[in-house]
């Protein structure tokens, strides 16, 4: 069974992390994420401090020692999958927030012959140019818009899946158009976009951001449910 020093290790490293960016994630999902590791570690130790009476009653059999052992680790696995789940829900739900933000917005009137017809000028543009120059242009060509407020050609190159689907007619692969979308809408974001990019990073990169966390907690807990007899 996992020691008391060795549970304590498990535990600080969690919390050290969290602690470093928790400060920055907004109100909400700190909150549930502080629910929910308070509800994990709670858990586990409550099974700890169970699973040692059990073992120290003398006046119970074993079957049933190890019967309500088992029923102790399977308490610990359904609160923190229900945990992880709710933490999980809690980031998706601020991640399509900040999403909603950056997204270029869909014209509330989109004239679908103006639609045909700046698709038709924007391919025979593209068409003399080599791969490489017609992404630059495109990227060009979305800054330009957002820059005059052309909301259908921002739209189109911006959020449409058109200038996806053009480049890779061309031979290259969709997410090297993504790479030059993002640098262009970077170029001419606001300061309400540039902090909505900010904290996305912050809640979804691989190392040091709430989804990390995240799948620590869900790590940190097996580890303790594993140690457990």
């Known amino acids: 069974m996992m020691g008391i ?130 992404r630059m242009r495109l990227g060009q060509e979305l800054e330009k818009a957002l820059e005059t407020g052309d909301e259908v050609k921002a739209w189109l190159l911006g959020a449409s899946d058109w200038p996806s689907l053009y480049m890779e007619s061309r031979g290259f692969p969709p997410s090297e158009w993504e790479k030059t979308k993002e640098a262009a809408l970077i170029n001419r974001q606001d300061q309400k976009q540039a902090e909505a990019r900010r904290l996305l990073k912050l809640l979804t990169d691989k190392q040091k951001s709430v989804a990390a966390t995240i799948k620590s907690v869900r790590f940190y807990a097996a580890v303790c449910v594993d140690k457990l007899p």
């Open 5 to 134: 020093k060795e549970y304590e290790t498990v535990r600080t490293a969690l919390l050290v992390e969290w602690n470093k960016i928790a400060d920055q994630v907004p109100t909400t999902l700190r909150n549930a994420v502080d629910a929910g590791i308070a509800a994990v570690i709670g858990a586990i130790e409550k099974a700890q401090n169970e699973v040692i009476s059990l073992l120290g009653n003398g006046d119970i059999s074993d079957e049933y020692r190890w019967r309500k052992m088992g029923e102790v680790k399977q308490m610990v696995v359904e609160t923190y999958t229900a945990e992880v789940e709710k933490m999980n829900e809690a980031l998706q739900k601020e991640v399509e927030r900040l999403q909603e933000i950056l997204t270029v917005p869909k014209p509330k009137e989109l004239d679908q012959g103006e639609l045909l017809n700046l698709k038709t000028d924007l391919k025979m543009l593209l068409d003399t140019m080599d791969k490489s120059a017609a």
